[in-house]
């Protein structure tokens, strides 16, 4: 079990904690990801854990804050190098060929006028997020891949994002029948519990980095107790993919279906140019996190029956751009 690891590498004083953060001794051949959750026994003892938590730089101790984003002193050489920022970069490596990171989506075998978009983002703002880890040597960690811990955005979350982004643009009640239509409604509804049409898939992130905010005392007018959060960086990219299946309008009047889906379709990027680029995504939205620049790359739109050509470079010309997927004289029908 979990706990019979940490059990077997405890971290009791300095010593352990300068062998854990440089992966020495009992620690030798561990990933940075393991070291930073076995640093987390640092917690019960208020001394070790600033040392373990910021590290000692004139007695050449590491900690966590240098193995997540390096130091003033050092730049991101540690992160590069040695860090976590070049573990996510092997791990995404890995996911890549085990084609997780991007996926492949069979419009063919679906009902007709399904559709989907994916797309390459970069974030013009950090992003937040709130892991479910209960042991962690800070309180605020990012949410991060369970197998491979890469920093993402849940499908959950790309949904919970893209419905509040949408009320808010629309102002819209939450059961709004459109809304429902595409989201769905509570799992805990007691009745007409309904699937939405959308499907998201998760987005993983390329780097991770260190927000740190010192509240100041009103008395002494200085902090004492940093709060750290882990972030994504301004700069670091992710792919966003979404799927649309319009099950419930199968039998249906082809027609009535396509422009069911036109409709949808235009609502959905009008959706995505708020929560990407004027809402945001993530925890702490009010405080500006979690934008994207307007600009994408790698995009491809397309249905069960045409693909979009040319691709949109912007996230928002989306909305304008998405109905020609749907007109009869596209001339790049799908083979």
């Not at 690891?5 to 440089?22: G, L, M, N, Q, R």
């Not at 620690?27 to 854990?49: E, N």
């Not at 997540?68 to 890549?96: A, C, F, P, T, W």
């Not at 063919?108 to 399904?114: A, E, F, H, T, Y």
Request: glycine share 8%; hydrophobic share 40%.
């Amino acid at each position: 079990m979990i706990y019979d690891f940490y059990a077997s590498h405890p971290i009791t004083d300095e010593s352990s904690v300068k062998a854990c953060a440089s992966g020495a001794n009992s620690f030798q051949g561990f990933a940075i990801d393991t070291r930073v959750s076995l640093l987390a026994q640092a917690i019960i003892d208020d001394k070790i854990k600033v040392l373990a938590q910021n590290g000692d730089q004139r007695r050449n101790i590491l900690g966590y804050r240098q193995l997540v984003h390096g130091s003033k002193d050092q730049g991101d050489e540690v992160n590069d190098q040695h860090g976590y920022g070049n573990l996510i970069l092997q791990r995404l490596d890995q996911m890549h060929r085990l084609g997780i990171v991007i996926p492949r989506i069979d419009l063919g075998s679906l009902p007709v006028w399904s559709w989907s978009i994916q797309f390459r983002f970069k974030l013009a703002k950090p992003y937040i997020s709130q892991d479910d880890s209960a042991f962690y040597i800070i309180d605020n960690p990012l949410k991060k891949e369970k197998v491979f811990r890469v920093p993402f955005v849940s499908p959950s979350g790309w949904k919970g994002s893209l419905r509040a982004s949408i009320r808010l643009m629309k102002g819209w009640k939450d059961n709004r029948p459109e809304l429902v239509q595409l989201f769905g409604n509570a799992r805990q509804a007691k009745n007409d519990f309904k699937m939405g049409r959308l499907i998201f898939f998760p987005a993983y992130f390329d780097k991770i980095g260190l927000e740190v905010i010192n509240p100041h005392s009103r008395k002494r007018g200085a902090g004492s107790q940093p709060i750290y959060f882990e972030i994504v960086p301004v700069g670091s990219e992710g792919v966003f993919s979404l799927l649309y299946i319009p099950f419930d309008l199968v039998g249906k009047d082809l027609e009535k279906i396509k422009d069911q889906a036109a409709e949808d379709a235009e609502l959905t990027c009008e959706g995505l140019n708020a929560m990407l680029t004027i809402y945001g995504f993530g925890a702490k939205t009010s405080s500006g996190f979690g934008l994207a620049q307007d600009d994408i790359t790698e995009v491809l739109i397309e249905s069960s029956k045409k693909s979009l050509n040319p691709m949109p470079n912007k996230i928002s010309v989306l909305a304008d751009r998405i109905s020609e997927l749907f007109k009869d004289d596209c001339n790049d029908q799908k083979s």
